[in-house]
């Protein structure tokens, strides 16, 4: 290579070193401007190794290159000694020459500044030119410094092997995703190679030499537009691009740095952060104006240094710097007990939604801020009116979509009547046909209920226009939450289509089939999930996934005022219903509370008692002075806690009792009457069947192994000796053997009819009937039909079943289950000549616990009119009769069917 033609060195001048070439070319920018000029400028009189270069596009054919030996050291040596650094340099542009040639000072006096071409040759890293040069004191003096390096075994001139010195560039990455993965978000250190716009930079991740292009998260800067082939067009010019372009290059091009990765883009770009030890570049552009917050990437990174972004952009905005210059805040201001205050949760309206109870007792909506409740699976958006297609009739929101009703459960059991911080972040004003809403971020000890609703993917996150400040304070806590749940597939991100809840409407038809049950279960566990008055509830029974109306018993409780709906005009309510109805409200929405049903009216309403946080909500009222005691509580199981609750009301004259005077008290004088003793002996059986006509069989306990015992070895002969089908002939009266057709096993019979082949039978052991075919019956061997039937029949003591086929069916059918519990007591009450006995059944010797008495007093059975007997027990049963006829219980539903007009309804006696 020739030397060029040397001329008198001009005077030095000063800049910055902006970026390496290679080994003896750099960038020089000027001091003055922005950005200033810059020119390149080679070394004279030394050569270096030249560095790879990445493989071009399409149109590039030159193709890939590898370092020469020793061309990474000789860069990084200049690198580390002259970027960002003031220097003094000389330079001329020799004829026939496209490039400058200089010398450059490290230093600001140029007599003792550090000439970096002989420190380069010095270290053995560059070459000096010999041949075809003229020489001059500067070559004699680099060729002096060359010899002494060779001689020291300096860089290139060292006995190592000089693949050692090659770097092994990664070009690109096969899977970047898995890369990212891999290191963890831990720091990666790295070089800053180019700086392709303000957010976006090519780097060297060391000490493995990947080359990969990072886009800065969280942040975006303006861009340069592009010609047709893909570079920058500088006819285009984008506001503040430049700037942003040459203040990133001024800070971090060749620069060491830290590099945290967090995702990968759609174009198979790195995302994540660059951090020099002055700071994080990304918070740097947006404190100067040059660059805005992007929610998309601003998600992938760790909730500290999102905070971070987020103040650095707003204060570049209430400066109004740069990009921010004609930025003025949209969203109203709000300050004060308006902004952040504390309050009660009464409600969860929906998934998105809370009414809450202030401490001066004001009651206030706020929807938790940028987030969205389940959407209805399909729904058409508006029309050209605005308006939302209709739904079907009787479609409920929080049952019908799916999901709702878990993020309102989700809700509901975290913050319900729980003191929760509240600070509002927006208001979103009034339009179309939408109210005013308050927008807030609401946690509860420390908690933001909104992130958590996303994260069960309950909830949907907003997406904003990049300009909309009305959003959440904790916006980007929520993407992040929601990310999260979109890779479980929670909620409303999973690939299954979600089901709405089928619950069941308790009708008045419904009703009626379900009091028994629920009577029986004394208490059921439900959620209120709206209170109409202070006394009556809309009630959701998980167990049975149902809905009900219930009514609280054993109190009179002042209507409350009721708006205007559809046809029907506003009605106001009496004294004092409403506070009621907020008293009740209260303590109640939805709660989990348990219920005990006593009856229904003949709207399918339930009536009975209700219980939240233990407390009995008909005394509770009542001790209030919101609610009086009616004559059904006087005869209930708490009528002494409605009692001492009314007479402390009364005393304290308060609400109702404003205007109460005690009157006298009058002296009670108690009916004697007659205690006819009754004789007790009681025998431990089994029910073993019950009649349609109520009759019932019993086996004696003592005797059952002689039964199983009899019934095993009829079983063993037939199996030993089968009998032939069809060779024995029934007839009426006969004891034989018959196969039951449900285990088809071989029990004694006694035969009751015969018609057209087919043969009734009564199995004597059990008291069951079944209709056979003759070819199932066979003789009975003589051994086992002179012993008498284990099952006796009974009848029930002066009671007899409904004649209504409904509530017969239902009185045999808990008559049924009452008696299937195992053993029970039988005691006889007294005998008909040709009839079977009549006995009472109880679950203990006791006699506390008489079965028939308990389904007379739900109203399931009669008491016959007897007028000749007259004795302890029928007394008891007649007294329970009178509470259930008071109850206005099942038969009962319609007042006195023993009465003249009983026979209308079919149900005399």
Request: proline share 6%.
């Amino acid at each position: 290579m020739t030397t060029p033609q040397q001329t008198p060195a001009p005077a030095p001048k000063r800049g910055i070193v902006k970026q390496i070439v290679s080994g003896d070319s750099v960038i020089i920018r000027g001091l003055s401007g922005a950005p200033p000029p810059e020119k390149q400028i080679a070394f004279s009189g030394v050569t270096a190794p030249k560095l790879a270069r990445r493989p071009g596009g399409p149109n590039d054919t030159s193709g890939e290159t590898k370092d020469e030996p020793w061309a990474w050291e000789a860069r990084e040596f200049l690198r580390k000694k002259l970027i960002g650094e003031e220097v003094l340099f000389t330079s001329e542009k020799p004829q026939n020459s496209g490039r400058e040639y200089g010398v450059i000072y490290l230093g600001k006096d140029i007599n003792t500044a550090e000439n970096i071409t002989e420190s380069l040759v010095s270290e053995g890293l560059v070459t000096v030119r010999r041949e075809g040069v003229r020489p001059t004191p500067e070559l004699s003096r680099l060729w002096e410094l060359e010899d002494a390096a060779k001689a020291a075994g300096k860089g290139k001139w060292s006995s190592n092997p000089s693949s050692e010195h090659v770097r092994d560039i990664k070009w690109s990455v096969d899977n970047l995703r898995a890369f990212v993965d891999k290191s963890d978000g831990k720091p990666i250190k790295a070089v800053i190679e180019h700086v392709r716009d303000g957010s976006t930079v090519r780097a060297f991740l060391l000490p493995d030499f990947y080359y990969v292009t990072l886009m800065i998260a969280g942040i975006r800067c303006n861009g340069f537009k592009l010609d047709d082939q893909g570079r920058p067009d500088p006819t285009q010019k984008v506001q503040y691009a430049e700037e942003a372009k040459y203040f990133v290059e001024v800070r971090l091009l060749q620069r060491e740095v830290e590099v945290f990765l967090y995702s990968v883009n759609n174009a198979n770009n790195l995302i994540g952060s660059v951090v020099h030890p002055k700071g994080n570049i990304a918070e740097i552009l947006l404190r100067e104006g040059f660059a805005k917050c992007v929610d998309w990437s601003l998600a992938s990174l760790p909730s500290a240094d999102i905070q971070k972004l987020r103040a650095a952009e707003l204060k570049a905005k209430n400066e109004q710097k740069r990009i921010w210059k004609d930025y003025q805040a949209k969203a109203p201001q709000i300050s004060g007990k308006e902004k952040e205050f504390t309050a009660t949760v009464i409600e969860v309206v929906n998934g998105d939604a809370l009414q809450l109870k202030l401490a001066n007792g004001e009651v206030k909506k706020v929807f938790l801020a940028s987030i969205r409740p389940p959407r209805e699976p399909g729904k058409a958006g508006p029309d050209e009116d605005g308006k939302l297609p209709p739904r079907p009739k009787g479609f409920r929101p929080l049952y019908d979509i799916p999901w709702m009703f878990e993020a309102r459960e989700y809700l509901r059991k975290k913050v319900i009547g729980k003191k929760v911080h509240v600070v509002v972040d927006y208001i979103q004003e009034a339009r179309d046909n939408f109210p005013r809403k308050e927008c807030a971020t609401v946690t509860i000890s420390g908690k933001n209920v909104a992130e958590a609703l996303v994260s069960k993917g309950l909830a949907t996150v907003v997406r904003y226009r990049q300009d909309d400040d009305q959003r959440s304070s904790r916006y980007d806590e929520l993407l992040k939450a929601e990310t999260k749940a979109e890779k479980s597939q929670l909620g409303v991100h999973s690939k299954k289509d979600g089901a709405p809840l089928r619950v069941t409407e308790i009708d008045g038809a419904r009703a009626k089939l379900e009091l028994a049950s629920f009577q029986r279960a004394q208490r059921i566990d439900g959620i209120v999930e709206f209170v109409a008055s202070g006394s009556r509830f809309r009630i959701y029974i998980p167990k049975s996934n149902s809905l009900c109306t219930f009514l609280l018993g054993g109190i009179n409780c002042p209507r409350a005022s009721r708006p205007a709906t559809g046809n029907l005009p506003a009605s106001p309510g009496e004294e004092y219903g409403d506070e009621a109805l907020q008293f009740t409200k209260e303590r109640c929405l939805q709660r989990e509370v348990s219920i005990q049903v006593d009856t229904h009216d003949k709207a399918g309403n339930f009536i009975g008692w209700l219980w939240v946080d233990n407390l009995n909500m008909s005394v509770e009222l009542v001790r209030a002075g919101l609610a009086s005691v009616h004559f059904s509580g006087e005869k209930s199981s708490y009528a002494s806690q409605l009692k001492q609750a009314e007479d402390g009301a009364k005393s304290q004259k308060l609400k109702i009792w404003k205007n109460y005077v005690e009157e006298e008290p009058k002296e009670k004088v108690e009916e004697e009457r007659p205690n006819v003793e009754r004789s007790a002996n009681y025998e431990e059986v089994i029910v073993t069947e019950i009649t349609p006509e109520g009759s019932f069989f019993v086996q004696k306990v003592a005797e059952g192994p002689k039964a199983e015992s009899l019934l095993s070895k009829l079983r063993q002969e037939f199996e030993a000796n089968p009998p032939l089908p069809g060779a024995y002939t029934p007839k009426r009266g006969d004891i034989c053997a018959a196969q039951y057709s449900v285990d088809n096993e071989w029990y004694r019979v006694k035969v009751e009819k015969i018609q057209a082949g087919k043969t009734q039978v009564l199995y004597i052991d059990y008291g069951n009937r079944e209709t056979l075919s003759t070819t199932r019956l066979a003789s009975l061997p003589a051994a086992y039909s002179n012993e008498k039937p284990f099952a006796t029949e009974y009848v029930m003591p002066y009671v007899i079943l409904p004649k209504d086929e409904e509530f017969k069916a239902i009185a045999l059918k808990y008559l049924r289950e009452d008696t299937s519990v195992g053993k029970v007591y039988l005691n006889v009450e007294f005998r008909t000549q040709g009839a079977p006995a009549a006995a009472s059944l109880h679950k203990d010797t006791s006699g506390s616990q008489d079965i028939f008495k308990g389904l007379i007093a739900e109203g399931l059975l009669l008491v016959e009119n007897v007028k000749r007997r007259q004795n302890k027990l029928l007394e008891s049963y007649r007294t329970a009769q009178d509470e259930a006829k008071k109850g206005h219980l099942n038969i009962w539903e319609y007042g006195d069917i023993t009465e003249d007009d009983a026979k209308e309804f079919g149900l005399g006696v």
